[in-house]
Structure formats: structure tokens, C-alpha cells
T-cell receptor, first 111, second 113 residues
């Protein structure tokens, strides 16, 4: 059974730093890997989707990588800003097209 | 486009009461799903639908019913509310199933006393 883990559960860094969020999955037979952002009291917003055949995807200051062999994906945020403060969730899509979710990393960017 | 909308935003129920959480999307998406989000856990799939008239169970379906009479609407019914159903409920939609980008509603926060 696929399990997705995000460590750490919370992270606080000063504004301007580059940072990496981690996502691990136990079964490498994934269809794709998706990263989302969740603001307090709000729904989830899709950030990046990496197909299983891809190694990375970029959107602005965000870059997500995928290494199926090691069961890892990372979300790199460059030049962090206070507006990046949110909870970041990853989800691995299995062969039945079901999303298996991590519990998220709560990110706080200190001004 | 309004995207995915959910009502109500917040609801308090007593144990044993029933209610329906509403979800609608205006993007002509075939795939719709319901999740619950509990503290410290990932989202868990309750029910999903791949098109009007077709629904299926997810990981945690017990105590919930769904129907999909139109492409736009996908209501979630709690048959007899229990404190264990206290959670935040999210509806999502996409063109395809999990292989496509998912669009989420703002959520319904449910408290069962």
C-alpha cells in the first residue's frame, strides 16, 4: 500500500532563504506526483504536477523534482517571501489514478 | 468561472442528525471527489465520480452517501452524524482522474457534538 510522508511537519525560515520541502513515497509505481499549497481556512491550490516520466517541473520560483527510484520528490522554493507561508502538501497518484496524500509541511517565512 | 464551490462553510450537528454538503463546479469536469482532512493526517478519499450517474467508494466511505445526477453537482450526504465525522471536507474536480490537475473547493468545516 502506498504511503506518503512529508518531513518536517513544520519549518520556519527567514525571508530570502532558498528552501527545500521533502516528500517520500513507498511505492515507485506512481502515475504522477503533485504538489499543492493550502492557506489557513482555504482549499488547496495546485502548484506543480510531475509526470512519472519527468524529472522536474518549474513554475516561477518553484521547482519540483522527482526521483522514482529513491521514492522522493522535493519542492524547491527560491528567495522565499512572507507570502509563501502556507502548508505544502504532496500527493502521489497510483496506478488506479487515486491520490495518496502526505500530511503536509507547514512553512512559515519570517520577515 | 466560479471554479469549485462548497456550501455551507461551517456546520454544527448533533449526533444522529443528517445533512448534505453541497459541491458544484462550472468547468465541465467529469471527475469529482470528496475528501476529509483531519489534523496530522493526509487527505483521505471518501467517494468519487467519473461522470454523471457513476460513483464509487474511496478509502473511508462508511457513513457517507453520494449521487451524481448532473456533471456540475456532487453532494455528500451524512446519514447519521457521529463525532468521528468532525472534520474539514473538501470537494475536488478535474478533467480526468488523478492524472489531471485537481481543483479544490474552499472546504466545509463540520463539528459533530
Amino acid at each position: 500500500k502506498q504511503e506518503v510522508t512529508q518531513i518536517p511537519a513544520a519549518l520556519s525560515v527567514p525571508e530570502g532563504e532558498n528552501l527545500v520541502l521533502n516528500c517520500s513515497f513507498t511505492d515507485s509505481a506512481i502515475y504522477n506526483l503533485q504538489w499543492f499549497r493550502q492557506d489557513p481556512g482555504k482549499g488547496l491550490t495546485s502548484l506543480l504536477l510531475i509526470q512519472s516520466s519527468q524529472r522536474e517541473q518549474t513554475s516561477g520560483r518553484l521547482n519540483a523534482s522527482l526521483d522514482k527510484s529513491s521514492g522522493r520528490s522535493t519542492l524547491y522554493i527560491a528567495a522565499s517571501q512572507p507570502g509563501d507561508s502556507a502548508t505544502y502538501l504532496c500527493a502521489a497518484v497510483d496506478s488506479n489514478y487515486q491520490l495518496i496524500w502526505g500530511a503536509g509541511t507547514k512553512l512559515i517565512i519570517k520577515p | 468561472n466560479a471554479g469549485v464551490t462548497q456550501t455551507p462553510k461551517f456546520q454544527v450537528l448533533k449526533t444522529g442528525q443528517s445533512m448534505t454538503l453541497q459541491c458544484a463546479q462550472d468547468m465541465n469536469h467529469e471527475y469529482m471527489s470528496w475528501y476529509r482532512q483531519d489534523p496530522g493526517m493526509g487527505l483521505r478519499l471518501i467517494h468519487y465520480s467519473v461522470g454523471a450517474g457513476i460513483t464509487d467508494q474511496g478509502e473511508v466511505p462508511n457513513g457517507y452517501n453520494v449521487s451524481r445526477s448532473t456533471t456540475e453537482d456532487f453532494p455528500l450526504r451524512l446519514l447519521s452524524a457521529a463525532p468521528s465525522q468532525t472534520s474539514v471536507y473538501f470537494c475536488a474536480s478535474s478533467y480526468g482522474e488523478g492524472q489531471e490537475t485537481q481543483y479544490f473547493g474552499p472546504g466545509t468545516r463540520l463539528l459533530v457534538l
